[in-house]
């Protein structure tokens, strides 16, 4: 399911000539530059601190480029779910984190249920996305991307117009459309990682599972928030 679902994902959305502009195998530099300044304002650091040196873009698709990645960073909260496992999973994180679904799905067809506790110590790697900072920052800068979609760069008008605006580039943009078809994906397979985690931890909340599972993106900080944390006396 999860390899069709992965054959689907790349068909459609970077080879394919369905959605809206050129496919990854007629991308343009303009594209490619594109990418570098969403990365670049990732957070809205750059445009918060040094707004003069900041690339400027559309503060909505700056939102949407923002959600997309601190989505797939939430999905390094399950860092532990590398252990044991043929390959090592921090290049699926990495990889998660600059394409996506690209390199998260293929980790979900790829892994081994694994609900055994880890044995400790952690990883400086999974001692820092055990910490419930990990997902409170990342829903920080969600919520702050919303605002800035809506309020942000003044230039841009009124929330109508900025819609409108909005509108037309994911109309036109390849790489903004996918960002749409990516957080889509995120939210079907979310929850993937939650029982094997929950058992890891040997924690029952038929709850905190239901939302971590059906709740996009505030479902899964809700989650790795509540979640019992790993003794590390070890």
């Given at each position: 399911?999860?390899?069709?679902?992965?054959?689907?994902?790349?068909?459609?959305?970077?080879?394919?000539?369905?959605?809206?502009?050129?496919?990854?195998?007629?991308?343009?530099?303009?594209?490619?530059?594109?990418?570098?300044?969403?990365?670049?304002?990732?957070?809205?650091?750059?445009?918060?601190?040094?707004?003069?040196?900041?690339?400027?873009?559309?503060?909505?698709?700056?939102?949407?480029?923002?959600?997309?990645?601190?989505?797939?960073?939430?999905?390094?909260?399950?860092?532990?779910?590398?252990?044991?496992?043929?390959?090592?999973?921090?290049?699926?994180?990495?990889?998660?984190?600059?394409?996506?679904?690209?390199?998260?799905?293929?980790?979900?067809?790829?892994?081994?249920p694994n609900p055994a506790p880890p044995v400790l110590p952690l990883s400086r790697?999974?001692?820092?996305?055990?910490?419930?900072?990990?997902?409170?920052?990342?829903?920080?800068?969600?919520?702050?991307?919303?605002?800035?979609?809506?309020?942000?760069?003044?230039?841009?008008?009124?929330?109508?117009t900025r819609w409108a605006s909005l509108m037309e580039i994911l109309q036109g943009?390849?790489?903004?459309?996918?960002?749409?078809?990516?957080?889509?994906?995120?939210?079907?397979?979310?929850g993937w990682l939650v029982p094997d985690d929950m058992a890891r931890r040997q924690?029952?909340?038929?709850?905190?599972?239901?939302?971590?599972?059906?709740?996009?993106?505030?479902?899964?900080?809700?989650?790795?928030?509540?979640?019992?944390?790993?003794?590390?006396?070890?």
């Amino acid at each position: 399911m999860v390899w069709l679902a992965w054959g689907v994902y790349v068909g459609y959305v970077l080879l394919s000539d369905l959605p809206p502009g050129p496919s990854l195998l007629h991308t343009s530099p303009a594209t490619l530059q594109e990418a570098i300044a969403l990365s670049l304002n990732f957070g809205l650091v750059l445009p918060a601190l040094f707004p003069s040196a900041a690339p400027v873009l559309h503060p909505g698709l700056e939102a949407l480029f923002n959600l997309t990645v601190s989505w797939g960073l939430l999905f390094w909260g399950f860092a532990l779910d590398g252990r044991g496992q043929r390959l090592p999973i921090w290049p699926f994180l990495l990889g998660t984190a600059f394409l996506t679904n690209v390199f998260y799905l293929p980790w979900l067809a790829l892994r081994r249920p694994n609900p055994a506790p880890p044995v400790l110590p952690l990883s400086r790697l999974e001692r820092m996305t055990e910490s419930r900072a990990w997902p409170l920052t990342l829903g920080a800068i969600a919520l702050v991307s919303i605002i800035w979609a809506i309020a942000g760069r003044s230039n841009f008008g009124d929330l109508p117009t900025r819609w409108a605006s909005l509108m037309e580039i994911l109309q036109g943009d390849r790489l903004a459309y996918s960002f749409l078809i990516d957080l889509l994906v995120f939210w079907l397979f979310q929850g993937w990682l939650v029982p094997d985690d929950m058992a890891r931890r040997q924690w029952v909340n038929p709850t905190i599972s239901r939302i971590a599972r059906l709740v996009p993106f505030v479902g899964l900080i809700i989650y790795t928030v509540c979640r019992p944390s790993l003794n590390q006396a070890a």
